[in-house]
T-cell receptor, first 115, second 115 residues
Framework: DAGVIQSPRHEVTEMGQEVTLRCKPI?????LFWYRQTMMRGLELLIY????????DSGMPEDRFSAKMPNASFSTLKIQPSEPRDSAVYFC?????????????FGPGTRLTVL | GDSVTQMEGPVTLSEEAFLTINCTYT??????LFWYVQYPGEGLQLLLK?????DKGSNKGFEATYRKETTSFHLEKGSVQVSDSAVYFC??????????????FGGGTRVLVKP
């Protein structure tokens, strides 16, 4: 399996622009997580989907952030408008519920820089 | 709420030294406990886990024992290598209910092993 796929790997944009991050979970996994990692705040869970339904979005920082999962093989995280403080590495992770492995598999991350 | 506290880094060691990273937790219910490792430029990956009291997780020479009486899950390795340089995250997962899929992470401990 190719693992969790994220695109783009790097994104540089200017303040005010819309940014869309993409994630393809591992086939057969039914939970999907979006995280943000910064030096100041560490690793933060933004939102969690189960069977394509958002279960917990309490970590989404504000209305500028939105996430969708239109089907089991694709999710997006959108920031509109972007701000310099959104600069971070964004990780997507997926998990198969009730599997004996009992772990989340992380993608390589998208490094976002907002100028 | 659930929380994980781990020692702050960075931890700097010489090759073949003994490594300990302390981790304590607070949780409602009976959590599963995990250690994840993040190598430079990569996403997190599961290092080891334990699902009940007195269980010992082990992998790649690392060990951690689930201590319910002290609510701890300290990570140890007897002889570190330069390739063990990474950030280590302690995490817990509450088993019951929809929230059981969500991991609560500690702040991470950066480990640097020098030759």
């Amino acid at each position: 399996d190719a693992g969790v796929i994220q695109s783009p790997r790097h994104e540089v944009t200017e303040m005010g622009q819309e940014v869309t991050l993409r994630c393809k979970p591992i086939s057969g996994h039914n939970s999907l997580f979006w995280y943000r990692q910064t030096m100041m705040r560490g690793l933060e869970l933004l939102i969690y989907f189960n069977n394509n339904v958002p279960i917990d979005d309490s970590g989404m920082p504000e209305d500028r952030f939105s996430a969708k999962m239109p089907n089991a093989s694709f999710s997006t995280l959108k920031i509109q408008p972007s701000e310099p403080r959104d600069s971070a590495v964004y990780f997507c992770a997926s998990r198969e519920d009730y599997a004996s492995t009992d772990t989340q598999y992380f993608g390589p991350g998208t490094r976002l820089t907002v100028l | 709420g659930d929380s994980v506290t781990q020692m702050e880094g960075p931890v700097t060691l010489s090759e073949e030294a003994f490594l300990t990273i302390n981790c304590t937790y607070t949780a409602t219910g009976y959590p599963s406990l995990f250690w994840y490792v993040q190598y430079p430029g990569e996403g997190l990956q599961l290092l080891l886990k334990a699902t009940k009291a007195d269980d010992k997780g082990s992998n790649k020479g690392f060990e951690a024992t689930y201590r319910k009486e002290t609510t701890s899950f300290h990570l140890e390795k007897g002889s570190v290598q330069v390739s063990d340089s990474a950030v280590y995250f302690c995490a817990l997962r509450v088993r019951e209910g929809a929230a059981g899929n969500k991991l609560t992470f500690g702040g991470g401990t950066r480990v640097l092993v020098k030759p």
